[in-house]
């Protein structure tokens, strides 16, 4: 029975020497695996934007069918929307996997590919942000 406590008490204990990861300075990066990591920080940045400005534009282009269907003018804004982020999100992937090619199975192809998708993405969200601004 002591034994026994005694383990579960160990294995209580073990996360407290498990290794903390070391928290990256994106600013000053210098090993390539840190460069992908803040590389995929900041995509992940830009792409948390752009989900949050998403709902609103969405919303804009549907209000906006709502008023012309009362008028009888040609609705459509919300599925052209839909359409043009669904071909935008190929578009995007494709893009960036390919200039990922230069360095493909390479260390440093996640850095291109995440480079890409996080400059690409905050493109996007200008965009968007500027549809959202006109409707």
Not at 59 to 64: I, Q, V
Request: charged content about 25%; aromatic content about 6%; overall charge negative.
């Amino acid at each position: 029975m002591r034994a026994a406590v005694a383990i579960g008490l160990l294995f209580l204990a073990l996360p407290a020497f498990a290794e903390e990861t070391p928290e990256i300075d994106c600013n000053n990066a210098m090993t390539q695996a840190d460069m992908n990591a803040c590389a995929a920080e900041d995509f992940q940045k830009a792409d948390e934007a752009l989900n949050a400005l998403w709902p609103k534009v969405r919303k804009a282009m549907a209000d906006w069918d709502k008023t012309v269907a009362e008028s009888a003018l040609t609705t459509g804004a919300e599925a052209a929307l839909l359409k043009a982020q669904r071909a935008w999100i190929d578009y995007r992937d494709g893009q960036c996997e390919a200039e990922g090619f230069s360095a493909h199975g390479g260390s440093m192809e996640p850095l291109l590919i995440e480079s890409c998708r996080a400059e690409l993405t905050r493109k996007r969200t200008q965009e968007l942000d500027a549809l959202l601004q006109m409707y």
